[in-house]
């Protein structure tokens, strides 16, 4: 990622940062989740308010490492092999990043533009990267 599209994760992500935003968002994100892959839904047993918030924590997280790699890969790779525990597997990556970009494009509208997809999709391409290093690491 350039330092212009980690800027650009960052910035975007703050205009859904606030609480009622970020959850908000985070509804469009299970919903298209379940929507493209419901068996997933089997996965998840906290309740839903309580899985958004978490989710919405971790994704706070993430984007506030992003510009520091060694706390990135360290962040991700934990989240990875504790994500194994819970059943997620590599196929459920690919579902997952587009449920998050969905989610995004939903909450940004027209703010989302391309670059800013294009950005969203590096970050979680790398951030799915090394949540599966940690997820092999974990299973192995």
């Known amino acids: 990622m350039t330092p212009e599209q980690v800027a650009l994760v960052q910035r975007t992500f703050a205009r859904v940062a606030a609480p009622e935003v970020a959850d908000a968002m985070a509804v ?17 047993s906290t ?9 919405v924590d971790e994704l ?3 984007v506030g490492a992003i510009s520091d790699l060694d706390r990135l890969l360290d962040l991700t790779h934990d989240l990875g092999a504790r994500h194994v525990a819970y059943g997620a597997t590599a196929r459920h990556y690919r579902v997952v990043g587009e449920a998050l970009l969905g989610a995004l494009a939903d909450q940004l509208g027209a703010a989302f ?3 800013v997809a294009t950005a969203w ?18 299973d192995g």
């Open 113 to 115: 533009t391309d670059d």
């Open 28 to 44: 469009r994100f299970y919903e298209r989740l379940f929507a493209s892959d419901p068996a997933v839904r089997e996965l998840f």
């Open 60 to 62: 706070a997280a993430i």
């Open 47 to 55: 309740d839903p308010a309580v899985q958004r918030a978490k989710f």
């Open 121 to 138: 999709a590096r970050a979680y391409s790398l951030v799915a990267e090394t949540m599966l290093h940690g997820a092999d690491e974990a």
